[in-house]
């Protein structure tokens, strides 16, 4: 079992810069993906960015350039640092977990944190 506590969301403007923390706790894998899922009102939940306990990236290629992610392991916390926000960045940003197993998959969510880009 995993709980994700989330923070960093808020009020930008165009051009401007926030910085997403999600730490999990309890973790059981010591080997796990995590990372950034984010929503826009009227649209599917997309992926942004994830992490490997190994350190493998991969972006969203609308945030490639601009987003960064990394993670501490020791405090199973990940950080997306989000740089020259637009307002298509503007969605409901939630934490992912997964860990797995041989046969099973195990993935938890946080409950979201909003991200609001205005011109």
């Known amino acids: 079992q995993v709980q994700l506590v989330e923070s960093g969301g808020g009020l930008v403007q165009a051009g401007g810069s926030l910085r997403l923390s999600c730490a999990a706790s309890?973790?059981?894998?010591?080997?796990?993906?995590m990372g950034w899922y984010r929503q826009a009102p009227g649209k599917q939940r997309e992926l942004v960015s994830t992490?490997?306990?190994?350190?493998?990236?991969n972006y969203a290629d609308s945030v490639k350039g601009r987003f960064t992610i990394s993670r501490d392991n020791a405090k199973n916390t990940v950080y997306l640092q989000m740089n020259g926000l637009k307002p298509e960045d503007t969605a409901v940003y939630y934490c992912?977990?997964?860990?797995?197993?041989?046969?099973?998959?195990?993935?938890?969510w946080g409950q979201g944190t909003q991200v609001t880009v205005s011109s």
């Open positions: 992490i490997t306990t190994g350190g493998t990236t």
């Open positions: 992912n977990y997964i860990g797995t197993t041989l046969s099973t998959r195990y993935e938890y």
């Open positions: 309890r973790s059981r894998f010591s080997s796990n993906t």
